[in-house]
């Protein structure tokens, strides 16, 4: 990260075009550090401001200066496709391939592997809108490989995920159509997300049944409900500071109240993004936490991209939207998914600033 900061410094002018999305950085870095005050273990909110502020930032200016250097999009299309690769050779040794023992190490965890997972998906959709003659066919094996994969993991919220991606490209993409083609469209969407909802919500079930009795009996049985519903009691006991930034604030916070059905799992925090930066930030943080989101959002589907980069804008929407609603039942904004999110963020708002500079520069 350091030698990241060195590199930027020739490049620093090219960041005042992205300045209003640092300078929502920079409210959300002040109060998240302000909240040490009343938090009574600061020693969280020190490290968490480590990862999840300064590391954070700077992807997005590295992202966004690589953006601007870069002469070809293709070099992040092979990226991608190495990473994904080195997944899922990861993946296979977890599943017990012997001879890919070696890659085993590089296994990331159930919830953060499928968080990467939503990604790949998501750049799998824009690429289909690519007109380059073997973008679908290089799409088709990222989906289908995210697929295979996501099966392997057994992730519900990967497939809500899936879903979520796949509705909100339909829903940007169908803006040209006509009525007719929209409500086919739109029936025809209903139908696969319900199908993908229901199939994901039967996963790990421990009842033998028809489908749709299974994700029933799985929301049912959620322990995330009853969680939900501690954590929201205790988030209004303190709801416009919050009990202090940090990823293990709350776990300590609360030691002497939990419910006995509690486990280390449940604990660790409220398991839904809005709801963990309103216990940990208070309202004024959470406030700050979306605005500071949707000012990225918003500069990147604002802007405009080359003809051939078209699809880029598209991939921001639909990683944002991928990234939050497997955040409803978890909070994938402060694990290692947040650094690769902002340089992929950084570095679409980036190719959209080297767009509009090509022209001064002619």
């Not at 939503?118 to 995210?146: D, E, G, H, P």
């Not at 979306?290 to 080359?306: D, N």
């Not at 998914?337 to 340089?343: R, Y």
Request: include cysteine.
């Amino acid at each position: 990260m350091a030698l990241s900061l060195l590199a930027l410094i020739p490049d620093y002018r090219n960041l005042y075009s992205i300045r209003y999305i640092l300078g929502a950085w920079a409210l959300f870095a002040m109060w998240y550090l302000l909240s040490s005050l009343w938090n009574l273990f600061p020693e969280y909110t020190y490290s968490g401001l480590r990862k999840e502020v300064l590391y954070s930032v700077i992807c997005l200016m590295v992202g966004f200066t690589a953006a601007l250097h870069l002469k070809k999009v293709n070099t992040v299309l092979c990226a991608v496709l190495v990473s994904l690769t080195l997944l899922s050779l990861a993946t296979l040794a977890r599943g017990g391939v012997s001879w890919l023992s070696f890659v085993e190490k590089y296994y990331p965890s159930v919830g953060d592997g499928s968080t990467s997972l939503v990604f790949f998906f998501s750049f799998a959709m824009a690429l289909f809108f690519s007109k380059k003659s073997y973008s679908a066919i290089i799409a088709m094996f990222i989906a289908l490989t995210s697929l295979a994969l996501a099966i392997f993991y057994e992730n519900r919220m990967c497939f809500v995920s899936f879903a979520s991606v796949i509705a909100a490209c339909f829903l940007y993409t169908s803006k040209g159509l006509s009525t007719k083609l929209k409500t086919v469209g739109l029936f025809t969407l209903l139908v696969i997300v319900l199908a993908i909802v229901t199939f994901s919500l039967s996963l790990k079930s421990t009842t033998e049944s028809d489908y749709i009795a299974n994700a029933v009996s799985t929301v049912k049985q959620d322990v995330r409900l009853s969680m939900w519903d501690f954590y929201f009691d205790k988030g209004m006991e303190k709801p416009i500071a919050g009990y202090g930034s940090g990823y293990h604030t709350l776990r300590d916070s609360f030691s002497d109240d939990f419910p006995e059905t509690f486990n280390h799992l449940t604990k660790d925090h409220a398991h839904n993004v809005f709801l963990n930066k309103w216990l940990q930030m208070g309202l004024v943080g959470l406030i700050l936490f979306l605005t500071l989101y949707s000012s990225a959002l918003h500069k990147g589907i604002t802007a405009e991209f080359a003809e051939r980069e078209k699809p880029l804008k598209l991939l921001l929407l639909l990683v944002f939207v991928g990234f939050f609603s497997k955040s409803i039942t978890d909070d994938f904004f402060i694990r290692n998914n947040l650094l690769l999110f902002w340089l992929v963020t950084g570095f679409i708002i980036g190719r959209a600033s080297a767009t509009a500079a090509k022209p001064a520069l002619a």
